[in-house]
């Protein structure tokens, strides 16, 4: 195995395999080049000279630029290197055309066909509140209906919210919540209100439009004697509806996958994320839908995904959504370029462009053909875009909110997480897979241990369908699921 990866050509640092010793010598491009420190894996080193302001290039462009004389050999991180970006810039349309390398094989995976002609990929209960108040009231009520009948599948997704809110915030908790109401993974779903929140039941209501009436109860707790036993007759009637359902072949083009990475290290851009992208064009070859999300993880890549625009009306929105994010930041006086995190650095990830150009490999080579504000939900199959933060449980609430059936999460470091859909975690190195498999899912640190990525893919594909159709990843498995909403303004 080799010591090291140069990623693309054009680059003039390398990323080491394993920990490197001074006076190890790496043979790059047919010279050698004499290792100058100690160098930990995932990090980076010099393979020629660079110039005091230079830009150090890894994955072919820039991810900042030199400090100082930076030596052949020599480790390059955030003691010696500088993020390029900055604040609002204009952009102009240069549309690329990628043909996809795959084709249309005709899959399909075990899911439930709903009424109204969506598709699931589980059955369970949940219990929604529409206040954090009544988050002990809906435990009690999954207690009570669980010891009284042998269905165990029945979640409670607990928040803070709903009362003592304004403007976007309330708006945001509303839509969130109405979305996950109305996902189909959900075979039955119980709305549990307090009575005097601002989220009232029937604002509520009204603002689900349309939804499946056989599938959805409401209870409003102040407005009965007892709440507990109330709730669980209504789960009851939910589950005679839930357990006549029966899986049937749904083809793979009904998949609807979101992408998200989190906890990165410096083989994130190596590993794992190039087999997401894989994935993602393997799937929309199939008439399949993903979703790319944290926008402030696109800052200094912004423009590879611009320019995959279908059109300019896209490209139009692609630029509001990157420039919007940048004036949320704004607007609290806070540096838009605040990131990598601490974790992410001591994997070797130095700027945001580092972080950037390896988390949007994720979204493979595929056009973007449509782009999500917060809490809007799928309608177009293909690549979308979908405004959030990077915050983990946020932003994958925000992808199983828009429509998901699974959100797809590499890590190079590990994470336990998980929220109200399957969330499966796949490491960017074997070190952490061997370490934590109660927590990840899969293994693309394969890829540094001489399997192709045609092998590793067709694993991949064929675990992610294994999931649709009913297999537990780790986060279910552990009973970690949670959800998180977005907020931005006060609490009164």
């Known amino acids: 195995m080799k010591n090291f990866i140069k990623i693309n050509e054009n680059d003039n640092v390398a990323v080491a395999l394993n920990d490197l010793n001074k006076g190890d010598s790496l043979e790059v491009d047919g010279k050698v080049v004499a290792v100058k420190e100690s160098i930990k894996k995932g990090h980076k080193v010099a393979i020629k ?52 390398p795959f084709k249309n094989e005709n899959l399909t995976f075990k899911g439930y ?47 803070n919210f709903g009362c003592s809110q304004l403007g976007e915030d309330h708006k945001n908790t509303r839509t969130i919540l109405g979305n996950i109401v109305k996902h189909p993974n959900a075979g039955g779903v119980l709305v549990l209100g307090l009575g005097c929140e601002n989220n009232t039941m029937d604002s509520f209501k009204e603002s689900l439009h349309s939804y499946n009436k056989e599938r959805v109860r409401f209870l409003v707790s102040q407005e009965v004697e007892d709440e507990v036993a109330s709730g669980c007759e209504l789960l009851k009637e939910l589950y005679s509806k839930v357990q006549n359902d029966k899986r049937e072949d749904i083809p793979l083009s009904e998949l609807k996958i979101g992408l998200k990475c989190g906890a990165s290290d410096g083989f994130s851009g190596i590993t794992a994320n190039p087999l997401l992208g894989k994935l993602s064009d393997f799937l929309i070859a199939q008439g399949g839908t993903t979703i790319l999300t944290e926008v402030p993880e696109m800052f200094g890549a912004e423009t590879i995904l611009m320019n995959r625009a279908k059109d300019e009306e896209v490209f139009a929105k692609t630029v509001s959504l990157i420039n919007d994010f940048k004036k949320y930041f704004m607007s609290y006086n806070q540096p838009v370029y605040e990131n990598p995190s601490p974790g992410n650095k001591a994997g070797g990830i130095t700027t945001l462009e580092d972080k950037s150009l390896g988390c949007t490999q994720k979204s493979g080579s595929s056009e973007v053909v449509g782009v999500l504000k917060y809490g809007e939900t799928l309608n177009i199959k293909g690549l979308n875009l979908l405004s959030a933060p990077g915050n983990d449980l946020v932003a994958s609430t925000g992808l199983a909110a828009a429509g998901c059936h699974i959100v797809l999460f590499t890590t190079g470091r590990g994470t336990p997480f998980g929220t109200f859909v399957p969330t499966v975690k796949i490491s960017t190195n074997s070190d952490i897979y061997n370490k934590k498999k109660n927590w990840i899912d899969f293994n693309a640190g394969a890829l540094l241990e001489n399997r192709s990525m045609d092998e590793v893919l067709k694993d991949f594909v064929n675990y992610i369908i294994s999931v649709a159709g009913g297999s537990m990843a780790n986060n279910e498995k552990n009973g970690i699921r949670e959800i998180s909403i977005f907020k931005n303004g006060v609490t009164l």
């Not at 820039?62 to 030596?71: Q, S, T």
């Not at 390029?84 to 996809?100: R, T």
């Not at 509140?129 to 809906?138: D, E, H, K, L, S």
Request: proline letters at 2%.
């Open 113 to 159: 066909r709903r009424e109204d002609n969506t598709v699931g990929i589980r059955n369970e209960i949940w219990i929604v509140p529409t206040v954090g108040c009544v988050n002990g009231i809906a435990d009690l009520i999954a207690d009570r209906f669980k010891s009284e009948t042998n269905f165990k599948e029945v979640y409670v997704y607990k928040h």
């Open 49 to 100: 000279d660079i110039k005091k302001d230079s830009n150090i290039c890894k994955y072919g462009f820039p991810i900042g630029h030199a400090l100082e004389d930076i030596n052949e050999g020599q480790w390059v991180h955030t003691h010696n290197i500088k993020t390029n970006l900055e604040g609002i810039k204009d952009y102009e349309y240069n549309k690329q055309n990628f043909e996809n």
